[in-house]
């Protein structure tokens, strides 16, 4: 069992910047494929970005390409999502989860069965 906790959301002007973090604690000493998902209110919930179980892979929504970046620290448990140039329609809540580290990213972006989930944390970006 792995749990995930994210942090680092708030309100922010169009244009600036967050930086989401997710400790894994549990069963977290073998790194997983880890991603970040968001939920916009009345929508479902999509994928923005995923990275490998040693960060030498990445994968991103063509949405938020070149504007957010997936990273991770595995000594800390931790993987981060800065977002820069942030939109309205970046706003939702933000869920990190975690599969096996034989995920691909890719994949991870496309099936999420078996996952584990945080419980998010809202964005919420004014125009």
């Known amino acids: 069992q792995v749990q995930l906790v994210e942090s680092g959301g708030g309100l922010v002007q169009a244009g600036g910047s967050l930086r989401l973090s997710c400790i894994a604690s549990g069963r977290a000493d073998s790194p997983y494929t880890m991603g970040w998902f968001r939920q916009a209110s009345g929508k479902e919930r999509e994928f923005v970005a995923a990275i490998n179980w040693n960060g030498g892979s990445t994968y991103y929504a063509d949405s938020v390409k070149g504007r957010f970046t997936i990273s991770r620290d595995n000594a800390k448990n931790t993987v981060y999502l800065q977002m820069n140039s942030l939109k309205p329609e970046d706003t939702g809540v933000y869920y990190c989860?975690?599969?096996?580290?034989?995920?691909?990213?890719?994949?991870?972006?496309?099936?999420?069965?078996?996952?584990?989930w945080g419980q998010g944390t809202q964005v919420t970006v004014s125009s």
């Open positions: 989860a975690a599969k096996s580290r034989f995920t691909t990213p890719q994949a991870m972006a496309i099936q999420t069965l078996g996952a584990y």
